[in-house]
């Protein structure tokens, strides 16, 4: 495995070189990850800043930003690896953002080859209107933070936008665990209810639901359409202080088909590589890896 923790680390194209041995090597066309972070410029910067100033919400860790470059970098470097599909997850931390934001998405994902069209919410009054013009625009993909939002997701505000995006059958990627620092409403909890009121909702809970990994394999043995994507799982960084519990991968394993690629991309502390070789490490298998890494994305965006 590269060294993730090397100041320099390889080179863009050892680095690329590698990241394509690990799918070529499962005889796939390449990745799709439904966790990366595309949003406006200004915005980034500031989420960078809070990481650079180990905010509490990072559990006041340091957290090195390991592909700090500008957009058109970014994306050019998720080429580079072979990811043929990606998201540019961004999300308001207070009301008024979601609607401007979803503006910027849709125009990010028109110019960029390989995006999926992603929107956010927030728990406000008219979440339910522009919710139904980001579907009406094509959105395919919206993405929830519960724990930047400090909201509930089960709050009667939100109903309309569950209800409708659930109908649509639109995936909803949602930070709702309590990890890397607990938030007012993260947690199993908050998520069941909605679960109860929306069963049909398509939510891919991120990062497994770090650290309540048991908990949310619960809801997912539950509720069929509920997914866990892999941001950050099993790395060294998260293994030193939310480690996923041993006991709990044959459910991992069991629940293979409903296992997606994320990084968290641009904003990880380690390489990219380093996200696949810590799930090729667990020991589950090629074909756990060919439905995790592609194949089961594939199936839901039908990519």
């Known amino acids: 495995?590269?060294?993730?923790?090397?100041?320099?680390?390889?080179?863009?194209?050892?680095?690329?070189?590698?990241?394509?041995?690990?799918?070529?090597?499962?005889?796939?066309?390449?990745?799709?990850?439904?966790?990366?972070h595309f949003m406006p410029e200004r915005v980034l910067r500031k989420v960078w800043d809070?990481?650079?100033?180990?905010?509490?919400?990072?559990?006041?860790?340091?957290?090195?930003?390991?592909?700090?470059?500008?957009?058109?970098?970014?994306?050019?470097?998720?080429?580079?690896?072979?990811v043929r599909a990606f998201t540019s997850m961004l999300y308001p931390h207070k009301p008024g953002m979601a609607r401007w934001l979803n503006e910027w998405a849709a125009g990010f994902a028109r110019r960029t080859p390989g995006c999926l069209h992603t929107a956010t919410l927030y728990c406000e009054p008219d979440v339910g209107s522009y919710v139904r013009e980001a579907v009406d625009a094509g959105a395919r993909v919206f993405k929830a933070h519960v724990q930047v939002g400090a909201y509930?997701?089960?709050?009667?505000?939100?109903?309309?936008?569950?209800?409708?995006?659930?109908?649509?059958?639109?995936?909803?990627?949602?930070?709702?665990?309590?990890?890397?620092?607990?938030?007012?409403?993260?947690g199993p909890e908050p998520i069941a209810r909605v679960l109860a009121r929306n069963p049909g909702l398509r939510l891919i809970v991120a990062h497994l639901g770090m650290p309540e990994y048991e908990d949310f394999l619960d809801l997912a043995?539950?509720?069929?359409?509920?997914?866990?994507?892999?941001?950050?799982?099993?790395?060294?960084?998260?293994?030193?202080?939310?480690?996923?519990?041993?006991?709990?991968?044959?459910?991992?394993?069991?629940?293979?088909d409903r296992v997606l690629l994320g990084s968290d991309f641009p904003n990880i502390p380690h390489l990219y590589l380093h996200q696949l070789d810590a799930l090729e490490r667990l020991g589950l298998g090629p074909d756990w890896l060919r439905a995790v890494c592609h194949d089961n994305a594939a199936a839901l965006f039908g990519v």
């Open 152 to 186: 509930d997701p089960a709050d009667d505000l939100l109903q309309p936008a569950w209800g409708l995006l659930a109908e649509a059958g639109i995936p909803v990627v949602i930070h709702c665990g309590s990890g890397p620092a607990p938030g007012k409403h993260t």
């Open 1 to 36: 495995m590269n060294d993730q923790h090397s100041a320099a680390g390889p080179t863009a194209p050892e680095e690329a070189a590698g990241v394509r041995r690990f799918w070529t090597r499962l005889g796939l066309p390449g990745l799709i990850d439904v966790h990366t």
């Open 221 to 256: 043995e539950r509720h069929p359409q509920v997914r866990l994507d892999t941001t950050m799982a099993f790395t060294d960084f998260t293994e030193a202080f939310m480690p996923f519990p041993a006991q709990a991968l044959p459910r991992l394993a069991d629940l293979g």
């Open 50 to 82: 809070y990481f650079d100033a180990q905010g509490p919400l990072t559990g006041g860790r340091e957290w090195p930003i390991t592909y700090r470059r500008d957009e058109a970098e970014r994306a050019a470097v998720l080429e580079e690896f072979g």
